[in-house]
């Protein structure tokens, strides 16, 4: 069979996983994307023909318990645009009985009368109804929670900021506040309580990296794939990108690290505060999957099988690389930061970042004696993604310097690539490989041990790592004192003298125990809500003589560089303001705690004119110790 007829077949659309890969590319990143609606993919699946991509529903069970509880009151299932809303409450919907086909008919209510006699009322979706339209569903919600009517449970589902919107322009049009909005403003952005008679279950809570890994199983391990073992796409030795994409996804060669890794980084960016829904991380599969970085190959940068025989006849697999594509280079810039994930993505700087002896290893190593077993073994070792024809051929005339590799962008065709290499790099460096970290490839070069940190904190069945313990301590001495400290053991709140601000601080007011000792000194603890750890510092004993300092990754980066030797004004001009917010704090407290230990004094009389201060001096190595100075003051 030629390779004509192979494009002929595709082009037809006959090869056997084309329905699918089609319905999958439906929630790729495209300007088109349709699966922002559940109805739109219910419709989908039954045009296609698959089998749905079924993902967990985390808060179906507690929904299901409260209305078996018969707990008086509605329900609200809320979130952001793609937290699965609509999805959680068709699932609600079917559990509790209701006709599939019901659902799917027109209407944004649907009525469902419960074994216990209440009526559910199904608000699908608050934002289908147009300003004053959103008034009537508002109104039965009222009348549940704030009215006790007891014969109706109503469950909307709305976004975060539709429902505040709508709550607020209710209470205008009735002269007053509704008394609904702050009470749900507050269990959104500080989780705090529900309002009474109210269950509020908020999904933009349940997205961690678990939900990347389970959405990445379930797109790659879709039983639909199981038609490509026979596609004449695979055949005679040729590589179908998105199949070998789909195999790498689903960790058949690397035991699942790939996963790993790209869930650990959906994991730092939450971590950061920043919310990626289900939709953004099924587009991200998508991609992963699908991308493809020429768009004159694949329409919008997103492969269906009738792309694959052009692509493999053009010698350009290599440009379907599920390593760029995890970051959304394949997308041109506009689009990829459209989507909350390839932004997100992108801030790792995986890329752009990287190490002399990574980039050793990818432009010298081939021809390096000293590099050619681990080039061999970290990038000859894939020859679809790594050492490929057109990789080594470019590195050879950039190495060669041909005429065209010493023009202004001559060499910019192989950098790119490197680009890619030194991305694909973060993803296979097996662990604890010796003089390569493949968190050394991002911006969070520290990353590994903060995920480290938190999960000694959940276990609690081993000691914070003395390295990091350290780490934090020289830090935050270093950026409260503006000094070169190297004192692990002890932190020293220090100022100018009346100026909390000054960057450099040679009083010291107060040191204490950089580890928990007698109920004073520093405490690594974790926050169950948020799931971060954060810095306890007790001047004395009891919480009330204590500063908390929320530890997000980007504060523990800062500390960490800061600790390593980076200057603080040249990371990050936010972190510092933080930790300088966080030492006028302290110096505050140490403050009451002197004041507190005066007052509880025996002693009486003494030099009212002498006054002690203690400054910090500097020991050969950068061990800072104070020495008291006794100033007195003539009248």
């Known amino acids: 069979m030629t390779d004509g007829s192979l494009q002929g077949k595709a082009a037809l659309g006959v090869t056997p996983a084309s329905v699918w890969v089609r319905f999958l590319r439906s929630y790729g990143p495209t300007p088109q994307n349709l699966t922002m609606f559940d109805e739109y993919v219910s419709g989908a699946l039954r045009r296609a023909n698959v089998q749905p991509i079924r993902l967990s529903t985390p808060l179906l069970e507690d929904m299901i318990k409260h209305i078996e509880s018969k707990a008086p009151g509605s329900m609200l299932i809320a979130g952001t645009a793609g937290d699965g809303k609509t999805y959680h409450c068709r699932a609600l919907w079917t559990r509790l009985g209701g006709d599939p086909d019901a659902w799917a008919a027109k209407g944004n209510v649907k009525e469902l009368r419960l074994a216990d006699g209440r009526l559910a009322v199904f608000i699908k979706d608050l934002s289908e109804f147009n300003g004053h339209d959103s008034d009537h569903p508002l109104q039965r919600l009222e009348n549940s929670v704030l009215g006790g009517d007891d014969s109706e449970i109503v469950i909307l589902a709305a976004n975060h900021g539709q429902v505040l ?12 506040r509704h008394p609904l909005r702050t009470p749900l403003q507050e269990c959104f952005l500080q989780a705090g309580p529900a309002p009474d008679r109210l269950a509020v279950f908020d999904l933009s809570r349940t997205t961690t990296r678990k939900t990347l890994e389970e959405v990445a199983k379930e797109v790659a391990g879709h039983p639909q794939w199981d038609n490509c073992s026979h596609c004449f796409l695979n055949t005679s030795g ?14 058949e060669a690397d035991g699942g690290q790939l996963a790993g890794r790209l869930g650990d980084l959906v994991e730092i960016a939450r971590l950061n505060g920043l919310h990626l829904p289900v939709r953004d991380l099924l587009a991200l599969c998508s991609n992963i999957i699908l991308g493809y970085s020429d768009a004159k190959g694949a329409k919008e940068n997103l492969m269906t099988c009738a792309d694959v025989a052009k692509i493999q006849e053009a010698g350009n697999v290599s440009k379907a690389s599920i390593y760029a594509n995890a970051f959304g280079a394949n997308l041109p810039k506009r689009r990829a930061a459209d989507r909350p994930v390839f932004k997100a993505m992108a801030g790792f700087g995986v890329g752009e970042e990287t190490t002399n002896g990574a980039d050793g290893l990818l432009v010298y190593g081939k021809d390096d004696s000293r590099l050619q077993a681990d080039f061999a073994r970290l990038v000859a070792s894939d020859p679809i993604y790594g050492a490929t024809a057109n990789y080594l051929a470019a590195q050879n005339d950039y190495l060669e310097g041909h005429e ?26 097996p662990k604890d490989e010796p003089g390569y970290s493949h968190w050394a490839m991002t911006v969070f070069r520290y990353a590994g041990d903060y995920l480290e940190l938190i999960d000694t904190l959940e276990k609690k069945t081993t000691q914070i790592s003395e390295g990091v313990r350290g780490r934090i301590a020289r830090g935050l001495n270093r950026v409260l004192t503006g000094l070169l400290l190297e004192n692990a053991d002890r932190i020293f709140i220090a100022s100018s003298g009346g100026f909390t601000q000054s960057r450099v601080s040679v009083l010291c007011d107060y040191d204490t125990s950089a580890r928990r000792q007698a109920g004073m000194g520093m405490a690594i603890r974790l926050n169950a809500t948020t799931g971060r750890p954060f810095l306890e510092i007790l001047l004395a004993p009891g919480a009330a003589n204590g500063v908390i300092f929320d530890l997000t990754p980007i504060r523990y980066e800062f500390l960490a560089r800061v600790a390593e030797g980076a200057l603080p004004a ?35 009389g003494g030099d ?16 800072g110790m104070t020495r008291p100075v006794t100033v007195r003051v003539s009248g």
């Open 165 to 176: 919107d709508r709550l607020r322009d209710l209470g205008k049009r009735h002269d007053g």
């Open 238 to 251: 040729k590589v179908c990108p998105i199949d070998e994409n789909r195999r790498r996804l689903f960790g």
């Open 404 to 429: 065209g590799a010493r023009l202004d962008t001559g060499a910019d065709e192989f950098l790119k690539m490197l680009e890619d290499q030194r991305r694909r790099l973060y993803f296979t460096l």
């Open 570 to 604: 040249s990371f990050s001009n936010e972190c510092l303001e933080d930790l300088l917010a966080f030492k006028a704090k302290l110096l505050r407290k140490a403050e009451t705690v002197r004041k507190g230990a005066v007052a509880d004094d025996d002693e009486v």
């Open 608 to 623: 009212d004119s002498a006054m002690t201060l203690n400054f910090i001096d500097i020991e050969p190595g950068g061990r």
